[in-house]
């Protein structure tokens, strides 16, 4: 699904490189976890993923279902399906989240030659879906994560993530800021996503989340690279020993 | 003191052009207005008050020229139930004009007033304005005073059923129209006064608005797009105890738009709002300047004003609070914004506090920038295009300035024409 080729990414305003050669292949169904030192790239690679300005690619590639992501402007790539929820979700004062959340989905509707979504049956998909994260009918009314708590601003990315049903589901660290139940919340409203045709690449810190999001594989980064790949006891591993071995060992 | 000699000439030629109307009742007071502008002399390019628009075109005696702009938008305010005053080019149309009878209000032609003996019209044509001069003077507002063939007085006792809708047409390309009205807003009374419409290629329009005590005036205001047209306004409120102005002016285009708001809270407990939304392209320029003095206990004011310029476009805010000596618990706010759609657009902005009262709270602030391209990238991310993102993020700077207007329906045709420039510039 999500292939990226020999990745090199460089800072457009600075001589700073970043991205060092990633390599990483997503498949239809799977969930792959990032994980990986402060600073090491993960974020970047999201925005890179996502479209992003500020970045520059050098080097390599990164396609989805074969298609160039790199040349679309970043609203191709959501009707793409492509999907970022964000480390920090943007607040936007006076912008309504329901509107917001409609005018998303009509424009990727459109964007993909299906008919719009008329508003009662939106609405009724909208609450559903927005009970099931438990989000209420004030914060939906009100302007785009403004005010929001650090873990309602994180359930409110799941909940665009679950209206838009993108194919590649890149999260970033959403479980920060999560106490206890919201993590169980949100990792419920990713594996009711979870099907054969969908990708998730999920980056995290912590054992926790992944103790909910079965991930099938895991992938350490260190310094702009994708240094190990191995299977859900890598995550383990992190949580037991830190990256210190690991790097030692890849270095 | 004589005049500098170009302010002078400027002033003669001008005037030279005009012909004060007969007028019965308000000659006295035009003839006080002429001799004031006379003394003051027309606003020139030095002028302090005028450092950030030039006044030239508003002023010059050459006739006026812009074009009409058509086009197929539905009316504003087209499906709103509401009393219909028309004027065409300046001129009151009675073919196109509602039938001026509606409960709990009175409306006649100034040039009526006289022979049908309406006295509170003729104890307030001019005296307003003439308050509003000190200490700022504004010329083109007494110009107005002397010479100003048409208007309405506008008596409110009750509480009207619809509002008042103000319409002007521009049907000639070298109109030169100047209107005043005089609107009188009794003890309880409560009204809404719209107005719409580019009105003429060169408009100056005063309005003189007396709210008594407890009484409640709200304004809506929709200035015409014809893109070479240009207007000089003033509204001179004077608020009574606990009565209530809210205004709210949007304009679109224009090539040259000054908005003159001076606002006097003289009773305790009143309230006095403005807010103004503009979106401008090119070579309009718009101005905003706005006076509030507090001259009682308690009183609270609010100035919102919000402006898009892409293109070169100039925006400009002037606004003073003062609170004068005694004016205690005085509750002022004023904001003024610009979002610059590029680096060629300009927005200038004057705010000014003068506080002679120990207990208030006033607080002012003004920014200036682009769009937030975080925001930018977050709404496209999601699959909105760059466009409509725009268009979203515009919408929503200007939403502080639109959510002044109090009735929903009234605001959301505001927004409709907001979203259609939008559509049609960005
Ligand atoms: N716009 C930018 N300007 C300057 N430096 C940047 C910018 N974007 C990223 N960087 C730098 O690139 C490196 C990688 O940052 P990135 O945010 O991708 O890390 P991360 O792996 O997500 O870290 P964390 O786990 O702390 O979220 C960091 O050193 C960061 O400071
Ligand atoms: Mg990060």
């Not at chain 1, 080097?59 to 191709?76: I, N, R, V, W």
């Not at chain 2, 509606?102 to 104890?123: F, S």
Request: proline share 3%.
């Amino acid at each position: 699904m999500l292939e990226i080729k020999n990745l090199h990414v460089k800072l457009e305003e600075e001589e700073k490189q970043i991205l060092k050669g990633v390599d990483l292949t997503v498949e239809a169904g799977k969930v792959h976890a990032i994980m990986g030192p402060n600073g090491s790239g993960k974020s970047t690679l999201s925005y890179v993923l996502s479209g992003r300005d500020g970045y520059e690619v050098t080097e390599g590639s990164a396609t989805l279902e074969g298609a160039d992501l790199l040349e679309m402007e970043p609203e191709e790539r959501a009707a793409a399906g492509i999907f970022l929820a964000f480390q920090y979700p943007v607040e936007i004062p006076g912008v309504g989240n329901m509107t917001f959340l409609r005018t998303a989905v009509n424009a990727q509707r459109k964007a993909r030659g299906e008919e719009e979504l008329s508003a009662a049956d939106f609405l009724k998909e909208v609450r559903a879906k927005a009970k099931s994260l438990k989000i209420d009918a004030d914060m939906l009314k009100r302007p785009v994560n403004v005010g929001f708590s650090g873990g309602e601003k994180k359930r409110n990315e799941i909940l665009q993530m679950a209206m838009l049903e993108p194919k590649m589901c890149i999260l970033d660290e959403t479980d920060s800021g999560l106490d206890v139940d919201a993590m169980k919340l949100v990792a419920e409203g990713v594996n009711a996503l979870r099907d054969e045709g969908r990708g998730f690449l999920v980056i995290t810190h912590y054992q926790r989340l992944l103790d909910h999001i079965k991930p099938d594989v895991v992938h350490i980064m260190a310094d702009g690279r994708i240094v190990k790949t191995g299977g859900p006891e890598l995550a383990l591993e992190v949580e037991n020993n830190g990256y210190a071995d690991i790097l030692a060992e890849v270095n | 003191m004589a005049l500098p000699e170009v302010k002078q000439t400027a002033t003669e030629a001008r005037l030279a052009t005009l012909t004060m109307p007969e007028a019965g009742c308000t000659r006295a007071a035009r003839e006080d207005a002429l001799a004031r502008v006379l003394e003051m002399g027309l606003p020139g390019r030095r002028d302090e008050y005028w450092k950030y628009t030039r006044p030239d075109t508003l002023i010059s005696a050459e006739q006026p020229h812009a074009a009409l702009f058509h086009s197929d938008e539905p009316l504003l305010f087209g499906n709103l139930d509401r009393l219909k005053i028309v004027f065409i080019d300046g001129v009151f149309s009675a073919e196109d004009s509602d039938d001026l009878e509606l409960e709990g209000v009175n409306i006649d032609r100034i040039e009526d007033i006289c022979c049908k003996d309406i006295h509170w019209a003729k104890e307030l044509y001019g005296v307003l304005e003439t308050r509003g001069q000190s200490p700022v003077q504004r010329p083109l507002a007494a110009l107005n005073t002397a010479f100003a063939a048409d208007g309405v007085a506008i008596h409110v006792t009750g509480k009207p059923t619809k509002p008042i809708s103000l319409i002007y047409r521009h049907a000639s390309e070298t109109s030169d129209a100047m209107l005043h009205h005089i609107i009188r807003v009794e003890s309880g009374a409560e009204v809404t006064i719209l107005e719409n419409g580019p009105a003429a290629s060169r408009f100056n329009k005063c309005i003189e608005i007396d709210i008594a005590d407890g009484g409640t005036l709200h304004h809506v205001r929709a200035q015409g797009r014809d893109h070479e047209r240009c207007a000089a306004t003033h509204m001179f409120t004077r608020l009574g105890r606990e009565s209530v102005f809210k205004s709210f002016t949007l304009t679109v285009n224009g090539v040259l738009t000054r908005n003159e708001q001076v606002i006097e809270l003289t009773g305790d407990d009143a309230i006095a709002h403005v807010a103004g939304a503009c979106v401008g392209d090119g070579d309009f320029h718009h101005d905003d300047t706005v006076f509030v003095t507090h001259d009682a206990v308690n009183c609270e004011s609010r100035q919102v004003f919000k402006k898009v310029l892409r293109n070169g476009a100039t925006g400009v805010f002037q606004g003073k609070i003062l609170v004068k000596e005694g004016a205690q618990k005085t509750d002022g706010y004023q904001i003024s914004q610009s979002l610059l759609l590029d680096d060629d657009s300009q927005f200038l902005a004057k705010p000014e506090l003068e506080i002679y009262a120990d207990d208030v709270a006033c607080s002012h602030g003004s920014t200036s920038g682009a769009i937030d391209e975080t925001a930018l990238f977050y709404l496209r991310s999601r699959g909105v295009s760059v466009k409509d993102a725009t268009n979203m993020l515009t919408l929503a700077f200007l939403a502080e300035a639109v959510d002044e207007i109090e009735d929903e329906v009234l605001s959301e045709a505001i927004v409709n024409r907001l979203e259609g420039w939008l559509s049609r510039h960005i």
